[in-house]
């Protein structure tokens, strides 16, 4: 029996922290050292972290969220 307020954890968290990870050096790189542009590549292997994790975790909203955001980055490489 589960007692009514155990939290459960969805799997996959190192997924999702890798993502996060990711996002934030991102962040850090584009606020710091723009003229590198590595922050472009940074943000487009962490939204596609982030948007498998949406998959694994059958979460529609992040699938797109994700999924567009890297589609942009990558436009934003090549454009």
């Not at 710091?32 to 542009?37: A, D, I, S």
């Not at 943000?43 to 059958?58: H, M, Q, R, Y």
């Amino acid at each position: 029996m589960v007692k009514p307020n155990t939290v459960k954890k969805k799997p996959y968290q190192w997924v999702a922290w890798c993502g996060t990870v990711g996002l934030i050096v991102a962040s850090i790189l584009a606020s710091f050292v723009p003229e590198l542009y590595l922050h472009h590549y940074f943000f487009v292997v962490s939204n596609t972290i982030w948007a498998i994790t949406g998959l694994l975790w059958k979460e529609n909203t992040l699938v797109v969220l994700n999924a567009g955001l890297t589609v942009i980055y990558i436009l934003g490489v090549i454009v």
